[in-house]
């Protein structure tokens, strides 16, 4: 099964034809006559999507649907409303009240399938990133979430076949948003930077038919595979009734379709609620490449840490073995660093391994690279680099830790220096040596260095 589809509905034949619907397209469907029986399945069942007629015997539908997004266990389920017929005011408040998609009927059986699709594959694209969090964002990603108290304005394009069109589009807008608005053609579009930023759209509003092949859905799928506008919301606009398109829209990507010639009240909520939700998951996004970022990298000196810096090194062992060019790894290691923390308080030995980081780094290429792996242990990767250049970089990093006095937080400088261990890898078929066993070479020359009275570089013998 796909998933298990919540079938909301006071009669009893629409809730059989709905089912045998569903399960002839591979879902669970699950019964429900009234809105108590509605809240009850949700809650206990957690079903993957509801579909919901808005006239129930016991609470009208949006009061169902204003509780079914007031509660934690089911304010991220996606909710299709059926109307029994067309009526601008229940759509409004339907979509108020938290309506994923509000459908009229005679529904359009593929436009149904391909939105369930649609709303379940963003669910599942939700529940991963969340559970990659831990499950510590509510109503995963913010699916149906009520809207801040304050937000900054958006930025919204506008693609429409004739310029007057998308223009017309603006002005109506305008009257209601405070966010910006922009027309755009579709080779301005294809234009914008490769890189997130300030000028890229948060959501475009793209019209189906830009030309007689309906290259509107063509100019979404590129902007979606396209760097700067990959995370952009997308609203289609068809004609009413054009099926076709909306089907392949909501298939292609869309997070939404509205009518050509939908009331502007409605186009407005549909446009807030996409803005709403693309926020959202930009703080989500955020959130997690924070997360990623602060697992590899130490928080003292922004430096990778171990658990980066060690597949890293494997993976330039392999890259050696594959060119037949050496490298070299080196162990530094600060001198007495203990006696610094002692005499001189935490906040000293912090400042320490921070100007220590930032002069190995200014000292290293950007192949190279640097990480702290200890207390004041920091690890050294020079890729393409033999044993005449690992002693010269050696010394170099050597020298610029201790020719320098670092200044303290309190005022007065210390003189630190380095004891360096040093080991190189020789590239290519055969000779290639296991990433762990080259930094315990490294280590075992550091020891060296140490016991040789410290402030000193040392080869391992092999290497040597």
């Known amino acids: 099964m796909h ?9 009893a034949t629409n809730r059989v034809i709905h089912k045998v619907k569903f399960a002839k397209a591979f879902y669970e469907p699950l019964l429900a006559a009234d809105g108590a029986a ?101 109503g995963f990603l913010g699916l149906a979430e009520p809207p801040a108290g304050f937000e900054p304005a958006g930025l919204i394009a506008l693609i429409a076949a004739r310029p ?58 590129a902007l979606k595979t396209h760097a700067g506008t990959r995370h952009s919301a997308f609203c289609i606009v068809a004609k009413r009734g054009d099926g076709a398109a909306a089907e392949i829209a909501f298939d292609l990507g ?30 989500t996004r955020a959130t997690l490449e924070d997360g990623l970022r602060l697992a590899m990298v130490d928080p003292l000196t922004g430096l990778y840490n171990r658990r980066y810096a060690l597949p890293r090194l494997a993976g330039i062992a392999a890259q ?25 308080g935490h906040g000293a030995g912090d400042a320490v391994l921070v100007e220590v980081a930032r002069r190995l780094s200014d000292n ?34 050597r020298q610029v830790i201790g020719d320098e006095p670092i200044a303290l937080p309190a005022g007065g400088a210390l003189r630190i220096t380095v004891s360096i261990g040093v080991a190189v890898g020789q590239g290519g078929a055969g000779a290639a040596e296991d990433a762990a066993a080259l930094v315990d070479r490294a280590d075992q020359a550091l020891l060296l260095s140490k016991s ?13």
Not at 255 to 275: Q, S
Not at 320 to 334: H, I, T
Not at 452 to 464: E, M, P, Q, W, Y
């Open 38 to 138: 509605c809240l009850r399945i949700a809650a206990q069942d957690r079903p993957d999507l509801i579909l919901l007629d808005p006239e129930l015997p016991d609470m009208p539908g949006t009061e169902a649907l204003a509780r079914l997004r007031s509660d934690p266990a089911t304010r991220s389920i996606p909710v299709i409303v059926l109307l029994a017929r067309r009526d601008a005011a229940t759509r409004l408040a339907a979509l108020r009240a938290g309506a994923d998609e509000v459908m009229e009927k005679p529904v359009n059986d593929s436009v149904l399938l391909a939105r369930v699709r649609n709303l379940l594959r963003g669910r599942a694209e939700a529940g991963i990133v969340a559970q990659a969090l831990g499950d510590s964002l509510p």
């Open 320 to 344: 050696a073995a594959a060119e037949a060019q050496p490298f070299a790894v080196m162990v530094v290691d600060l001198d007495r660093f203990k006696a610094v923390n002692d005499r001189h």
């Open 254 to 283: 869309a997070d939404d379709v509205v009518a050509l010639v939908a009331p502007e009240d409605e186009l407005e909520l549909r446009l807030r609620t996409l803005l709403r939700r693309k926020r959202q998951t930009d703080r």
């Open 164 to 221: 007057e069109t998308a223009l017309l589009w603006k002005r109506q807008l305008q009257q209601r948003m405070r966010d910006a608005l922009v027309v755009l053609s579709r080779e301005q579009a294809m234009a914008l930077p490769p890189e997130r930023g300030d000028g890229i759209p948060d959501v475009f509003v793209i019209e189906a038919d830009l030309d007689l092949a309906g290259d509107g859905l063509r100019l979404m799928s």
């Open 364 to 397: 290293l290429r950007m192949s190279d690279l640097l990480a702290r792996i200890g207390g004041e242990e920091f690890l050294v990767a020079l890729p393409q680099t033999g044993l005449p250049e690992a002693e010269r970089v050696a010394e170099r990093l």
């Open 3 to 11: 998933g298990r589809i919540l079938i909301v509905d006071a009669t």
């Open 452 to 464: 040789a009275g410290r402030n000193l570089v040392t080869f391992s013998k092999s290497a040597a």
